[in-house]
């Protein structure tokens, strides 16, 4: 029998998992909807199919690393959205949480910086590969300031991510080049594989999160 | 592997948060632990041993016996 107190709890939880939900779906749909948007106009019609995921997914990125830095910039609001127990706890977490934002939103603009200068782009190769290449190094030293602030969960939660994210690529990126070197399916572009590192990546660190308990509602 | 981490923090009136806080971790460790998802490392669980005074198997609980 339900108690008046797990009851309680319950309607916690479903509040509490309701807010990043909707807050999410709306994010990703106005996301979907001004990238659609932007690669229709005239400035980027010659843009490949490839290349406008890869802006999608450089977006996503950019968005997740905004949204979760402004909540821990403002704590009171980002308890409310994101999966901590309280106000305290993202305050705990503020240093490796921005660092680790400012690495997310790097790596995004990194993939649409060289999405945008390939083909039908609107940004000459060599600079968006000089652009590209500094936005991931730069990104990459953010990551590292995160990791070393991390305490031993978040480092082994970050070994299993990479490697399940190593299992993915060979699975996802090498049977398909299997397939493709053999006839079978048509050979990748390399934005598209480019563009399946970023989301197999976000995919491995989905997984490798939830199998540890940190996507249960807190 | 299962343990008596909450038991243990409970017993002393603490937080989640002010056990991480003793132990200089992050309470999604204490919550992973005491929920187990996540066996802590040697050093950790030994802090953690000697913070409630008690021998590691009495906090982690493993069946396993020696055969002969």
């Given amino acids: ?218 | 592997m299962k343990n008596r981490l909450k038991e243990h923090r409970e017993g002393k009136g603490w937080s989640q948060g002010e056990l991480a806080r003793r132990l200089g971790v992050s309470r999604q460790t204490i919550n992973a632990v005491e929920t187990d998802k996540y066996d802590p490392s040697l050093p950790l669980a030994l802090r953690m041993a000697k913070l409630f005074a008690v021998a590691v198997p009495d906090l982690f609980i493993d069946d396993w016996e020696p055969t002969e």
């Fill in chain 1, 1 to 218: 029998m339900m108690t008046e107190e797990s009851g309680r709890n319950e309607q916690s939880v479903l509040r509490k998992l309701a807010v990043p939900i909707v807050i999410g779906a709306a994010v990703g749909f106005v996301t979907m909807f001004g990238v659609s948007k932007l690669t229709s106009g005239d400035l980027l019609a010659g843009l490949s199919k490839a290349a406008e995921m890869a802006v999608l997914v450089g977006a996503f990125y950019i968005l997740a690393g905004v949204g979760v830095g402004l909540g821990a910039l403002r704590p009171r609001i980002g308890a409310k959205i994101l999966n901590v127990e309280d106000v305290e706890e993202l305050e705990e977490q503020k240093g490796k949480l921005l660092t680790s934002c400012i690495a997310m939103a790097l790596w995004g603009a990194a993939l649409i910086i060289i999405a945008l200068g390939g083909e039908g782009g609107i940004i000459a190769p060599l600079p968006a590969l000089i652009g590209g290449v500094a936005m991931l190094v730069i990104g990459s030293g953010f990551a590292w300031v995160s990791y070393r602030a991390s305490d031993e969960l978040m480092q082994m939660l970050n070994a299993e991510a990479t490697v399940l994210a190593y299992s993915l690529t060979l699975g996802v990126v090498g049977v398909w080049a299997m397939a493709a070197h053999l006839d079978l399916a048509r050979a990748q572009e390399p934005i598209e594989m480019l563009t399946m590192f970023y989301v197999i990546a976000m995919l491995a660190t989905f997984i490798a999160a939830g199998r540890r308990g940190l996507l249960a509602p807190r």
